[in-house]
Structure formats: C-alpha cells, structure tokens
C-alpha cells in the first residue's frame, strides 16, 4: 500500500461518567473473538497465510485455556502473587517469576497438539522444533521474553513460545486481587506491567471509553482520550490513517516524545480487536515509523528483534 497516510483533529474527549479503570477479558471468549476477527482480516490480504497462522494460535490458546481452568488458581496464587502491602506501588503478577517456575510449558505442549495436525508444510519445522525443545531451553526462552530479551529468542519459534506463556500470565492475572486504582495512568498495564499492544475505543456499554490492551496478561486499563498513552501530553498529538480519516486503525503519534500506539476503534468496525487489527495494519507502522515516531507498544505475533 503506498498511500500517504491522512491525519485528522485530536477528538473530543469522552463524556465524565462511571468505569472500570481495570478490565479482564474472559480469555476463552477473548481468544475464540480474536481468531475469528484474523480469519476475517486475512482473506485477499497479503499477509494472509500468517494471519490464518496467527488464528490457529489464538484458537489453541482458547483450547489451552479450557484445559487449565481448573488448575490455574492455584497455579497462580502459588507463583503470580504480590504481596497486598506492596500492591499499591507494584504490579499484581510477575512475569518473570512465572517465566522461571515454568508451568506454562505445560500449555506450549497442549498447544502444540493442537496445532501440529493440521500445520503447513512450511511451519511443521518450527513447531517440530519447539516439540523438541529441552525444558530447560524452554524456561530460558520464557525468561528471555519475559525480560524482552527478544533477540535472545529464534524470531520463527518467539510468537508460540509468547502466545503460551501469556496464556498463563493471564490465567495468573485472573486470581490475583487487582492493584489499587491510582490517579496516575500507566502507559504500561498495572496488572502485569508489560507494554500494550494498542488502544481499543468500546462500543456498547462503554461507547467511546479508550481502553488499552495488555500484550501479555490480556488486561485492559483505562485512559482518557486525547493524550499521549506515553508521555500524557495532549498538546501535539497527530492521528496517522490509510484510505480514510474514519479509519478503524490509526496511529497516535505524539510530536512531544515522538512515539505513537494504535487507536483501534469498535465504534467504527464492532468486530474490531486489538491483537487482530494491529496485526493486519504493521503497514501502518512502517508509515508512522517513516515519519520518525516509535512504537510503544508490541504485538504477540510481531514481537520485535531487540529489547524494548
């Protein structure tokens, strides 16, 4: 796509009124929505073999997900807590400390099952390798991801490793009491404090409320609109789009701290989801990127090839 992309006023805030400053998706239907919505991106487009690979992922962690259900609370109070004294100042899980205690590899492998049948001929080799992976090669892939070492990890076998590492991250996030709200909003998830994949702006109940989502843990925090996700400036913000300035995706870029994070709009496209529509727009980033912004925040099946 070589079109230049158009930008458009900052919009208007979104009306005072009550919301969740932290919400958690349920992750089976989270995970089934996702794959649909990539299934959907990908026909005629031009990534489109690795959109319907991203699908079968996003399917398999659902289906990891209904198999660990039952034992992920006590998983996650075991390895994911912070202690109540701290919470206020401190994330509620670890990634990290999940990443090392390694049970997480458990749902690489159910993942695996499902995804090794009916792989392609050109990605039965990676998923052959990561079957053949040594446990302590996993936990130290684990770890190096968790720490967003990602150079440290082969870019082919880094988006599975990811996907069923995060899957326990988020089963941890889901039993762990949640931080106490702060007047400061993070550009970083309270719950995990990992980076986000992009913001989402809610139809329905929550119309126009700006949410952004967690790229691990599945977390969603609030964020009014019209500010740098960043750096909070609201002063010098330019919204970056393709085709039209009603654009599902945009990018944010801030001429402040020069960075910018996609604003995916359900109030535009209802199907729209996060991990999905990002995925299907890395064109977008390419353009941002060309006029000298940073990305802030990372995509599951677009990890980059050094630390953040």
């Given at each position: 796509?070589?079109?230049?992309?158009?930008?458009?006023?900052?919009?208007?805030?979104?009306?005072?009124?009550?919301?969740?400053?932290?919400?958690?998706?349920?992750?089976?239907?989270?995970?089934?929505?996702?794959?649909?919505?990539?299934?959907?991106?990908?026909?005629?487009?031009?990534?489109?073999?690795?959109?319907?690979?991203?699908?079968?992922?996003?399917?398999?962690?659902?289906?990891?997900?209904?198999?660990?259900?039952?034992?992920?609370?006590?998983?996650?109070?075991?390895?994911?807590?912070?202690?109540?004294?701290?919470?206020s100042n401190?994330?509620?899980?670890?990634?990290?400390?999940?990443?090392?205690?390694?049970?997480?590899?458990?749902?690489?492998?159910?993942?695996?099952?499902?995804?090794?049948?009916?792989?392609?001929?050109?990605?039965?080799?990676?998923?052959d390798a990561?079957?053949?992976?040594?446990?302590?090669?996993?936990?130290?892939?684990?770890?190096?991801?968790?720490?967003?070492?990602?150079?440290?990890?082969?870019?082919?076998?880094?988006?599975?490793?990811?996907?069923?590492?995060?899957?326990?991250?988020?089963?941890?996030?889901?039993?762990?009491?949640?931080?106490?709200?702060?007047?400061?909003?993070?550009?970083?998830?309270?719950?995990?404090?990992?980076?986000?994949?992009?913001?989402?702006?809610?139809?329905?109940?929550?119309?126009?409320?700006?949410?952004?989502?967690?790229?691990?843990?599945e977390s969603?925090?609030?964020?009014?609109?019209?500010?740098?996700?960043?750096?909070?400036?609201?002063?010098?913000?330019?919204?970056?789009?393709?085709?039209?300035?009603?654009?599902?995706?945009?990018?944010?870029?801030?001429?402040?701290?020069?960075?910018?994070?996609?604003?995916?709009?359900?109030?535009?496209?209802?199907?729209?989801?996060?991990?999905?529509?990002?995925?299907?727009?890395?064109?977008?980033?390419?353009?941002?990127?060309?006029?000298?912004?940073?990305?802030?925040?990372?995509?599951?099946?677009?990890?980059?090839?050094?630390?953040?």
């Amino acid at each position: 796509m070589n079109e230049v992309p158009v930008r458009r006023s900052v919009p208007s805030e979104e009306s005072t009124r009550h919301f969740d400053p932290i919400l958690l998706p349920e992750l089976h239907e989270l995970y089934t929505a996702r794959a649909a919505r990539l299934r959907e991106l990908a026909t005629g487009h031009e990534l489109e073999a690795y959109l319907r690979l991203a699908a079968d992922v996003a399917q398999a962690q659902a289906q990891a997900q209904a198999q660990a259900q039952a034992q992920a609370q006590a998983q996650a109070q075991a390895q994911a807590t912070v202690s109540p004294e701290s919470r206020s100042n401190a994330v509620a899980v670890d990634p990290v400390e999940i990443a090392r205690q390694g049970t997480w590899v458990t749902h690489l492998d159910t993942m695996l099952d499902q995804l090794i049948p009916g792989a392609s001929p050109a990605i039965t080799p990676h998923l052959d390798a990561l079957r053949a992976m040594s446990t302590q090669a996993r936990l130290d892939a684990g770890l190096a991801l968790a720490q967003h070492q990602f150079h440290s990890v082969s870019q082919a076998l880094a988006p599975f490793l990811w996907a069923a590492f995060s899957l326990d991250v988020a089963l941890a996030a889901r039993t762990v009491p949640l931080p106490v709200a702060s007047s400061e909003e993070s550009p970083s998830c309270p719950v995990c404090g990992s980076a986000p994949v992009a913001s989402l702006i809610y139809k329905g109940t929550r119309q126009g409320l700006r949410y952004l989502h967690c790229s691990l843990c599945e977390s969603q925090w609030h964020m009014v609109r019209a500010k740098c996700t960043n750096c909070a400036d609201a002063g010098n913000l330019d919204y970056l789009s393709f085709d039209s300035t009603e654009a599902v995706v945009r990018a944010e870029s801030c001429g402040h701290c020069h960075s910018y994070l996609k604003v995916i709009s359900q109030e535009r496209e209802p199907n729209a989801e996060s991990v999905a529509d990002d995925l299907a727009t890395l064109v977008l980033d390419d353009a941002a990127s060309a006029e000298g912004y940073g990305r802030t925040g990372l995509n599951p099946f677009a990890l980059p090839d050094q630390a953040l």
